[in-house]
């Protein structure tokens, strides 16, 4: 018998494979070797007992899952948490977030932002995000650092922009950012994002899907959060929005529509022949009192849907914990169904779902042999976790971002017993505070400005 | 100039009063003498800087606030947490908690589940509660071993239940358990309990309320939680609930409805006239699927409400900053206006809202000088709060009940630095696991049984 060498092992615990069977093991050992999920086993399979391993995690009084995956993410936007909240949608846009953003968003900004947004994330559980905002390659330069995987989107908008003042180089700009990013590491994914149907000319959607299709990549767009869209798109083309952009032949298999809150029953059937992928943001859509996406509605029609938080400006968290929560009671009230979105439902969308979403369901959002080693470990020694019948339960229920112990990501361990191995929490805090304090116009630190 | 001698002094940090007029202090210096907040200070203030205190709590970078107050729990229930969810409502009583409680609650369970409980609510900032289950008094006994203040509430329900095989001694039940507990201690208030207008008969329900009246103490009752309640009662009755409580009389100041997820207009204005308050258990009636209570209707009409998390199966957690968010934002999107519950609104229904819903608010519910010590910190210097524009939009939309640092109740320190001190946690934690491990039939400790 031979010993089995590996990076990183991790033994003990409760595994949640998230596999097609859903499989549960107690007292695993998990091998990781470059990066990747070498073995699986538990204490008492008699073969290859013998290993060794440059790093153990003792998982014992853990829940071992696949890390999350956020499907929808504007990073920078943590450095505008809290400062406006409670308003009518318009004003909050336009008087708020929009302003500050034509003043305030610039490179160092989003770098600063996203640095520790990406703290915040794996904090909570996150391993996965899928990001769209300005200066969208400091997203990328951020997520190396933290050893995160992302998808990163380069947006476009028909109006000038901090990173594009000159909005008629979109093709320009998109294929200089897949160039950049295309190989740079098997962290990163680039993609591209149409703000939404109301903010991107027909043609500015079709020569982006274009070129999302040219190079082989994810699309993304907002669709239908609120429902002045509708209304908006009708007058503008005499169409309903999915129809306006089915029209324009940019929905298909590698489409995300974030939001969808007011996606009508024949649009759902639409996406389910086409294969669009939807990404859920209860919490955002929730504040702003958007809408409520019929979630439960396009999973009986085998729509994929992941879950996202959205940015902290709307939210106001990234914690994904807390968003499976939401989702799992939202849908229950609103139609007056407590056995839709049980927790199990929830999880599958934060973490395989998400996955799917994304295209990367063949490498992460299970724990299977040969899958990238995105995982976490959650320490389940707490009262609100006592007693414990169903992990699923209580991982949806009572669970929250804190109880995340453990992260690895791509085989790296990133986060261990609660501090943070890639990023210097401190001065991400200082740096953001200090963005924070030139937007406020006041000194930074704590300080009550309500 | 002559020092002053404190208990505790807590020095440093933001403190947000909830005073009437809202009042936040800047490094504030707060001495807290035989339970009481002896003076509020800052330190700019040139007299009487000087002092001494046996414990000085440093607040800097942190958040100082009352405690919170939850309006209604059945804390026990904690050993259910995760046995059954995403059923049926009938399913999930008729099925899995009635039968659990009649087969598995006796002294050992409420007590032992209680403390676990009050552990939990420690922990995420909760420092009273009020509270209704069977074997009350083991509650009481609880809570004075915690140290934490207490409603506590003897319940009473028209069917044999484990304390109470002979429904009919129900007044001479009431009058044990109030002599018991009037004088006990200045932390728990003994209270009455009528389960609903669909489970107690007109006689239960009106010689409860007298007894309540001649004792000077709250009487609580579920009310139109489901909406069915409102056909049962009218077929027994002839009228709606509200109407035939009104009708019996037992609508008052002292009489806290819990739920009132299909309050009716006109019963707004009953309840307005004749004082009633109150306990709104959002997170509960969504994952039941219950309903939204009208809560932004009922405070315009000058109704004192409170919020409350319910018991642990049905939530799954007693963290109130969880409950917090969620009022916020369930209210938002199911009247689709953004400006309705705002944090401050949120946060005051969880502090001196929830302190006059248990007509406690002349001793707690905000830190004003003479007012009993029931004071929680936040520690503010976290990814997830940064940066900080606003302390009320953050306590609601972004902390969580794992941010608090220490507690105090009536001038005694709970919790220091995330540690209980009057509760041991392994202790309570395996006491449940045990009770747990009998009701589910299996091994106790980390075990899936999904």
């Not at 595994?15 to 998990?30: A, G, H, R, Y």
């Not at 650092?145 to 922009?161: L, M």
């Not at 950012?177 to 149907?197: E, G, T």
């Not at 407590?338 to 979403?357: D, H, N």
Request: glycine share 6%.
């Amino acid at each position: 018998m031979q010993a089995s060498d590996w990076d990183i092992v991790i033994t003990g615990g409760t595994l949640l494979t998230f596999s097609e069977k859903m499989d549960i093991l107690e007292n695993p050992i998990i091998g990781i070797k470059d990066g990747i999920i070498a073995t699986i086993r538990t204490n008492d399979d008699p073969v290859n007992t013998c290993w060794q391993a440059k790093e153990i995690i003792d998982a014992a009084g853990c829940i071992i899952m696949p890390g999350l995956v956020n499907t929808h993410t504007h990073l920078p936007m943590v450095c505008f948490r809290g400062m406006a909240d409670d308003l009518p949608l318009m004003d909050w846009l336009n008087k708020h977030i929009f302003p500050a953003e034509a003043r305030f968003v610039n490179k160092k900004m989003v770098f600063d932002g996203a640095l520790l947004a990406m703290a915040e994330m794996i904090l909570s559980g996150t391993t996965t995000f899928c990001d769209g905002y300005l200066f969208e390659s400091k997203i990328g330069e951020a997520a190396l650092q933290a050893g995160t995987r992302a998808v990163i989107s380069q947006g476009f908008i028909d109006f000038p922009t901090p990173d594009n003042p000159d909005s008629s180089k979109k093709i320009l700009i998109a294929e200089h950012f897949f160039k950049k990013w295309q190989d740079i590491s098997p962290l990163i994914s680039p993609a591209f994002f149409c703000h939404s149907p109301y903010t991107c000319t027909a043609d500015t959607l079709v020569s982006v899907k274009n070129a999302a299709h040219d190079a082989g990549i994810l699309y993304l767009i907002h669709l239908l959060e609120n429902k002045d869209e509708i209304d908006i798109i009708k007058k503008r083309y005499g169409k309903k929005p999915v129809q306006h952009l089915h029209d324009l032949g940019v929905l298909d298999e590698q489409t995300i529509a974030v939001h969808c809150n007011w996606l009508a029953e024949e649009e759902m059937t639409i996406f389910a022949d086409l294969g669009v992928k939807v990404s859920h943001n209860p919490e955002s859509s929730m504040k702003l009192a958007a809408g409520v996406a019929p979630i439960p509605e396009m999973l009986k029609r085998g729509i994929t849907c992941g879950l996202g938080t959205d940015g902290a400006a709307s939210n106001n968290d990234l914690d994904m914990f807390r968003e499976m929560d939401t989702a799992a009671k939202v849908h229950k009230v609103t139609t007056l169904n407590p056995t839709v979105m049980s927790a199990q439902t929830v999880l599958k969308m934060a973490t395989i779902g998400g996955a799917r979403v994304l295209g990367l369901a063949d490498r992460i959002g299970s724990i299977e042999i040969g899958k990238d080693a995105d995982i976490i470990l959650l320490d389940m020694n707490k009262p609100h976790l006592t007693p414990l019948y169903n992990c699923y339960s209580h991982l949806v229920y009572a669970a929250s971002g804190a109880d995340i112990k453990t992260s690895i990501i791509g085989g790296k361990i990133v986060m261990k017993n609660r501090n943070l191995l890639t990023i210097d929490v401190d001065k991400a805090m200082d740096n953001v505070r200090k963005i924070a304090a030139t937007i406020a116009g006041t000194p930074t630190q704590l300080k009550s400005r309500v």
